[in-house]
């Protein structure tokens, strides 16, 4: 295996891309036999623009 166009992949090499399929894998597997709670959408949805906003509210960050 050897290594792979940027313009074509986001990774170095086919062992990399390879590497990061399979822990991909491990983590939908994970997340799909969780036995946690499901948080639903739109309230993950009020979450992240809480975040945003608080960012907004912040300003730029320094140096910018």
Known sequence: ???L???VSEFET???AQAYDTW????VEAGLASTKPRI???EVMA???EILD???RAGPPLGS
């Not at 991909?24 to 983590?27: D, G, I, K, V, W």
């Open 40 to 42: 639903p959408h739109d």
């Open 54 to 56: 608080g960012k907004r």
């Open 5 to 7: 166009d940027p313009i």
């Open 47 to 49: 979450r992240i623009r």
């Open 24 to 27: 991909f894998r491990a983590q």
């Open 1 to 3: 295996m050897g290594k």
């Open 14 to 16: 086919e062992e990399d």
